[in-house]
């Protein structure tokens, strides 16, 4: 089974690398550029089927809507992980996530972690794996995939190791990075906060001044 699983693992990452292309490519070697490189947060006129999908985080008529295409062995994408979840925390019934797997080129375990994170929401366990995999990302393609599963509160073990080798868990990923390529990400993270588009992290405060006002621009609209 073991053999099986890590066969998979690695024909996943494969085709995240091939469907990545060359913009993703060019801009994980570009990281050091990334802070002046990031663009300006856009708005987008049609955006409502980004959130078609992946896996939500809070409350379904939450009023504001953060979709979020990332990598779990990116860093960027794990130092956006806290900040969103505090924000989450402040405004439970107002803030949700919808997570979409977006596997980058050069993690040679982001199609694999993204495989996981699918089979721990296969037993309702995704935003726990969520962040045990962000807060302990040193530890991915050491630790195997059944500790983080065990940490995160998966309760079938071996219905876990079977998701791992089923292929339809694949076609969730691809499902999510279709949707990341017809929006045009290429980096990773990329949000879209009800309708602006933010890419990159920086901890600087621009994803959180972002979703502030879409949440009290909410907060205006209603009766």
């Given at each position: 089974m073991k053999r099986t699983i890590d066969v998979l693992a690695i024909a996943v990452t494969l085709v995240a690398l091939a469907l990545v292309g060359a913009r993703g490519w060019q801009y994980v070697k570009g990281l050091g550029r990334q802070k002046n490189a990031r663009p300006a947060?856009?708005?987008?006129?049609?955006?409502?089927?980004?959130?078609?999908g992946g896996h939500?985080?809070?409350?379904?008529n939450a009023a504001v809507t953060v979709v979020e295409f990332a990598d779990f062995q990116f860093p960027f994408c794990a130092a956006a992980?806290?900040?969103?979840?505090?924000?989450?925390?402040?405004?439970?019934?107002?803030?949700?996530?919808?997570?979409?797997e977006f596997p980058l080129s050069g993690h040679p375990f982001a199609g694999a972690a993204a495989f996981a994170a699918e089979c721990a929401a296969e037993q309702g366990a995704f935003a726990q794996f969520h962040d045990v995999l962000y807060s302990a990302q040193r530890e991915i393609g050491i630790t195997p995939?059944?500790?983080?599963?065990?940490?995160?509160?998966v309760r079938d073990p071996h219905a876990f190791n079977v998701c791992m080798s089923d292929p339809r868990v694949a076609s969730r990923i691809l499902s999510d990075r279709a949707a990341g390529e017809r929006l045009g990400v290429a980096a990773t993270p990329t949000f879209v906060v009800n309708g602006v588009e933010v890419t990159g992290f920086d901890g600087h405060g621009e994803l959180r001044n972002v979703i502030l006002a879409a949440l009290a621009a909410a907060n205006r609209g209603k009766p």
């Open positions: 947060p856009i708005r987008l006129a049609d955006w409502k089927w980004t959130a078609e939500r985080i809070g409350a379904a992980a806290p900040a969103l979840g505090e924000l989450r925390r402040q405004y439970p019934g107002s803030l949700a996530v919808v997570f979409r995939w059944t500790g983080f599963a065990q940490r995160a509160g």
